[in-house]
Structure formats: C-alpha cells, structure tokens
C-alpha cells in the first residue's frame, strides 16, 4: 500500500459489503475471505464488482475454488447481468470452478497471464470449463503459431464470438481483424507507436463499420502519467511536422 502512495495512488482498504463510488463508477465488495485459513493468501482475495452505467464486470483476484464455494454459501447479491468475468489467478486449474461459472453466467471472459509463464496459465482445464459454460473467448500470444493465428482470426471475422484476447507484441501486426469494431487496450503501452500498430489491426480493407477505440487506464496512477507522456509526445511531433521543411528534412534520406 505505501508503495502505491509513493507513486501517488488512492489506497483503499475494503471489506464484504463496502462500496466505492467514483464519477458514476461503482466498486462493491462481495466477497473478503474472513473466517478462511489465513495461511493461504489466495483465500483472502476481494471479489469486487465493478459497475457503470449498465456495464458490469466481476474482478477475482487470486481467488481459489475454496473462495468461490464460500462466496457460493453466502452468495452476497450479484447484480447481473455480468459482461466481463475476470478470470482468477491467470486461468488457474485451481479456480473458476463450474457452479462459479453458472452463477455468474458473464457474457465473455478476460485471462490475464504472461506469455511461456512456468505456471502453465491458463490451464487446459479452465479453458475447458469456459467452453463448457457456452462462455466465448479466442486468445493469441506469443506462442501461437503463424497457421494457429491465421486459423483463428478467420474464425474471429465469420462467427459471433464477442471477444479476441491478444497480447498487444502478439497481435501488433500481421493481423486482419475487420471482425472488430471496438478495440480496447486493457494495458498501457510506453509506445504509443504500438499501440497505434494493434489498433490498425482493424482498421483494414474490407472493414465495414465504425471502429471505436478505447484506453483504459487507472486513475492517479503511473498509467496517467504514461498517457499525459504520451499525449506531449503526440503533441511535440506534430509541431515539428507541421513546420516548414522541418519534418521533410528531418525523415528525408538525405
């Protein structure tokens, strides 16, 4: 928590049945882990619903299948319907039980794990509870291979799956998503050239709608100053490239 301070973050300490509201969004505690085997740090992860407007999305944490049976006893009210499930502990075999997922019953689900981890995540098994829920997902990364990728991404642009998890290295380029019409970058990016490269993914021939693009970012946290960075970038290489010769000058060969 200091830790977060220091960066100069808003810390909050919250507990079942606390609720946090910020500018029309809504953060309320379901689910703390009292009463649980406090050697066990996973037992003790907040289930939090995050609401705004008519979205909702349930945030996990590390949270176990022993957190989610307890959760299930109790059952603190879930306001439904859930679009966005957050799936714990990077898609552990160890969590997103089966009658977890028939309570929540999210429209789509969201698997946050970093790319070869030693862990395996996500395990075949919550990838295989998932299909069997009827819950849709398609996922990229750097392991995919180049035939996989192609596979999937002519799958993604002729059926009705709603969501396309890509890692923002994996799906960057050589990729032709006219699937798409919304894109949201879950994660900040120092670059903004790559992000900008993951957007154009799609924007490409044959795309017929409108495409939205979305930055979700924490509010005062680094990952403002990441966009305000940014956005004086953006700004400082217009300014030259509106100048007189300069730009031309500055990109040409010569």
Sequence with gaps: GQQARNAGAKVFWMKQGDQIRVDGLSLRCLYDGAGTDETERNNHSLLIQASYGDFG????GDMSADGELQWLEQKDTLEKPVQIL???????????????????????????????????HPHVETLERLEKEGIPYYIITGETSKQKRQELVKQFNSDTTPVFLISLKAGGVGLNLTG????????????????NQATDRAHRIGQQNVVSVYRL?????????????????????????????IGQALISRE
């Design 57 to 60: 999305m349930l945030l996990t």
């Design 86 to 120: 957050k799936i714990a502990h990077h898609g552990s075999g160890y969590s997103s039980t089966e009658p977890f997922l028939k309570e929540v019953s999210p429209k789509l689900a969201v698997i946050s794990c970093g790319e070869g981890n030693r862990y395996g």
């Design 180 to 195: 798409a019409d919304v894109v949201i970058h879950y994660d900040p990016w120092w670059n903004q050239a790559v992000q």
């Design 217 to 245: 970012f924490m509010k005062d946290t680094i990952e403002e100053r990441i966009r305000a960075l940014q956005e004086r970038k953006r700004e400082l290489a217009d300014e030259i490239l509106s100048g007189e010769g």
